[in-house]
Structures are given as C-alpha cells and as structure tokens.
T-cell receptor, first 112, second 114 residues
Framework: KQEVTQIPAALSVPEGENLVLNCSFTDSAIYNLQWFRQDPGKGLTSLLLIQSSQREQTSGRLNASLDKSSGRSTLYIAASQPGDSATYLCAVSSVTGNQFYFGTGTSLTVIP | EAGVAQSPRYKIIEKRQSVAFWCNPISGHATLYWYQQILGQGPKLLIQFQNNGVVDDSQLPKDRFSAERLKGVDSTLKIQPAKLEDSAVYLC????????????FGPGTRLTVL
C-alpha cells in the first residue's frame, strides 16, 4: 500500500522568505502527484498536478518538482506572503489502483 | 465552469442518529470520490465511483456507512447510526475520465457527533 509522508508537519516563516515543502512516497509506480492547499474549515484547492512523465510544474510563485526514482516531491514557494498561510497536502495516485493517497499535510504560517 | 457542490456545509447530530450528505460533481466528470478527513489528518478515501459503479469501497465501514451515485451524476453518503468517532469533514471530489486524473474538491461537510 502506498504511504505518503510530509515533512515538516508545521512551518513558520517571516514574510518574503522562500520555502520548500516536502512530500515522500513509498511506491514509485505513480500515475500522477497533486499538491493542494486547504484553508481552515474549507475544502481542498488544487495547486499543481505533475504527471509521472514530468519533472516539474510551475504556477506563479509555486514550483513543484517530482523525482519518482527517489519517491520525492517538493513544493517551492517563492517570496512567501501572509495569504499563503494554510495547510498544504500532497496526494499520489498509483498505476496499480485508481485511488489517491494523501499525506497528513504541512501547516504553513507566514508572519507579516 | 461550476465546481463540486456539497450540502449541507455543517451538521450536528447526536450519536446513534442518522445523517446524509449530498454531492454534485463537475458536469461530465466520470469519477466521484468521498473522503473522510479527521482533524489533523489527511483525507482518507471512503468510496470511489466510476459512472454508476463502485470501484473501491474497501475503507468504507459498511455496517454503518452507505453511498450511492444516482444515474452516474449526484451522490449521497449516509451514516446510520452515527458514532462519536465519525466527527470529521466529509469531502467529495470528482475527476474526468476513468484513470486517476486531477481531482477537484467540494467545500466539504463538517459533521459533529455529540
């Protein structure tokens, strides 16, 4: 069974700092990997989707990379802002099944 | 394009009562997921539908939870009877096609069981 781990569980940074969130998974036979943002009491908002054949995806200040062989993905946030404060979740889907497996998330606080 | 709709947004019930949640996926999306998210944890898949059929319900507590997807569109998730440990956010998501593709989530229903 696929297991997804996110480190750190919580992160607090001053505004303007660049930061990296980590996601690791145990089964490298993935179909795709998706990063989400979740605000308190809200649903999940999709940030970036990386197909298994891709190495990275970019959207604005966000850049996500994927290294299937090592079972890792990183989400890079440039020039962080207080509005980036949220929980960030990664999810992977395996080629052997149809479901997505989620990590427990990283809670990010950006201090003004 | 309208997103995934869920109702109600909040529900408070007593243990042993019944509750039902409704989800309307993005139009044309073949796959629909129900997840349970307990505070501080990542979402856990309860059941996955592709069109009308169930693809995976291995983590659905079938003695108390049931779900159906009517005509391959809307879906309802029911809990009967509820337990204290069912307090969680219930998230519905949909994705296009039959293979695992990008998921789009609704706002969720926060259930509190007293």
């Amino acid at each position: 069974k696929q297991e997804v781990t996110q480190i750190p569980a919580a992160l607090s940074v001053p505004e303007g700092e660049n930061l990296v969130l980590n996601c690791s998974f145990t089964d490298s036979a993935i179909y795709n990997l998706q990063w989400f943002r979740q605000d308190p009491g809200k649903g999940l908002t999709s940030l970036l989707l990386i197909q298994s054949s891709q190495r990275e995806q970019t959207s604005g200040r966000l850049n996500a990379s994927l290294d299937k062989s090592s079972g890792r993905s990183t989400l890079y946030i440039a020039a962080s802002q207080p509005g980036d404060s949220a929980t960030y979740l990664c999810a992977v889907s395996s080629v052997t099944g149809n479901q997505f497996y989620f990590g427990t998330g990283t809670s990010l606080t950006v201090i003004p | 394009e309208a997103g995934v709709a869920q109702s109600p947004r909040y529900k408070i019930i007593e243990k042993r009562q019944s509750v039902a949640f409704w989800c309307n996926p993005i139009s044309g999306h073949a796959t629909l997921y129900w997840y349970q998210q307990i505070l501080g944890q990542g979402p856990k898949l309860l059941i996955q539908f592709q069109n009308n059929g169930v693809v995976d319900d291995s983590q659905l507590p079938k003695d108390r939870f049931s779900a159906e997807r009517l005509k391959g569109v809307d879906s309802t998730l029911k809990i009967q009877p509820a337990k204290l440990e069912d307090s969680a956010v219930y998230l519905c998501a949909s994705s296009p096609g039959l293979a695992p593709r990008e998921q789009f989530f609704g706002p969720g229903t926060r259930l509190t069981v007293l």
